[in-house]
């Protein structure tokens, strides 16, 4: 590898191109612009650049090549099939740039990148993974607040320049997402269990429910509040969600083994009348769930009730308008954002002694806080 007299970790990254400017592209370029970047952003739907536009600073461009013209940081947020070939083309058109992407899968992606971009250039191209959104799409469902504490993995390879690596784990800091570092297989793993087969249950779940409603019409009738957070995922895109199974096939199938053989054991448990072990199985689960939200540092003297809120405009609002309407000072807060979208896990800190308060005027008002210490 050549040596850069220039190295990208020296760089400021003040110049930022979005190649894809749907819901992820347009939330990334208001963080961005939150902390201070100059954002431009092309789209290969000039009506959907436009809204993103006026839904953000950023600056639409008639051309992507317009849009990376000095960039020092070229992030492509477009479906799986179009990555490799605008990392390609940003790399050419951007010498000075480092390039990343947003694709879901990184194990393709990356395969395709090797085959379609000059082997000196792949040295400036940090595959990424942003591992926020929702069932949403488009600009208009656009927020900085998509980017606000959520994982964002990254998968550089081997050919990848260090400081290149460096400089987009520290803007990625920089605009408020927490970086991880993976090789694209793990990461292609994982995902097909924490994101891809959660897609598949909701879906199989909502289009079983769907079917035996043509013979029982009553059915939806008697969904509660489970069955619909369960199928919230049921309402993503479908082109979308096709094209990311089928890119993580191979991974996605193995999830979706274990699932069954996990499923066919609770039956199994159940059918047999298996009581103390059906509970033990759902206690772990419980125990599990419970320690999936990010947990706070606290300090003596106060407390944590964790509450969980849906991620739309003046969700947060509202938790703060019924505390204080209840007469309870709020020392601080923090906002956890689930990594499937949709909703986040608000940490309310109080003082100790209005923890109890806190808790009762959190249940009138509607919510079901958790207290942490």
Not at 238 to 257: F, H, M
């Amino acid at each position: 590898m050549t040596s850069n007299p220039n190295p990208p970790s020296l760089r400021p990254v003040d110049r930022v191109a979005i190649i894809g400017t749907g819901l992820i592209g347009t939330s990334i370029a208001m963080a961005a612009a939150r902390a201070g970047c100059t954002v431009r952003g092309w789209d290969i739907d000039a009506g959907v650049v436009a809204r993103a536009a006026a839904r953000s600073t950023l600056t639409a461009c008639a051309t992507a090549e317009e849009a990376v013209a000095d960039a020092d940081l070229v992030i492509v947020c477009t479906p799986i099939g179009a990555v490799a070939r605008l990392v390609a083309n940003a790399l050419h058109d951007a010498p000075g740039a480092i390039v990343t992407d947003a694709a879901s899968i990184k194990e393709l992606v990356v395969r395709e990148a090797r085959a379609v971009a000059a082997p000196l250039d792949l040295s400036r191209y940090v595959p990424s993974h942003p591992l926020g959104g929702s069932e949403r799409s488009g600009p208009e469902h656009a927020s900085a607040s998509v980017v606000d504490g959520i994982v964002w993995a990254l998968t550089p390879t081997t050919v990848v320049e260090p400081d290149a690596v460096d400089l987009v784990e520290r803007w990625i800091e920089r605009i408020g997402a927490r970086p991880v570092r993976l090789s694209p297989e793990r990461h292609d793993r994982l995902v097909a269990f924490a994101s891809h087969l959660p897609q598949v249950a909701s879906t199989s779940l909502m289009g079983l429910a769907a079917a035996e409603e043509a013979g029982e019409p009553e059915i939806l009738l008697l969904a509660a509040g489970g069955f619909r957070d369960l199928t919230r995922l049921a309402a993503s895109n479908p082109s979308l969600w096709s094209e990311i199974l089928l890119a993580n096939r191979g991974q996605v199938a193995s999830a979706i083994d274990l699932y069954v053989a996990r499923l066919m054991a609770i039956r199994g448990e159940v059918l047999e009348g298996r009581g103390a072990e059906v509970e033990r199985t759902f206690d772990q689960a419980k125990q599990a769930r419970l320690g999936l939200a990010t947990k706070p540092t606290i300090r003596a003297g106060v407390a944590v009730l964790q509450v969980e809120i849906p991620d739309e405009p003046g969700a947060l609002a509202r938790i703060t308008a019924v505390l204080g309407d209840g007469r309870v000072n709020i020392e601080d807060l923090q906002i956890v954002h689930s990594p499937e979208g949709g909703r986040g896990t608000v940490h309310v800190t109080v003082a100790a002694g209005a923890a109890d308060r806190a808790a009762d005027v959190l249940g009138a008002g509607g919510y079901d806080p958790m207290r942490l210490a």
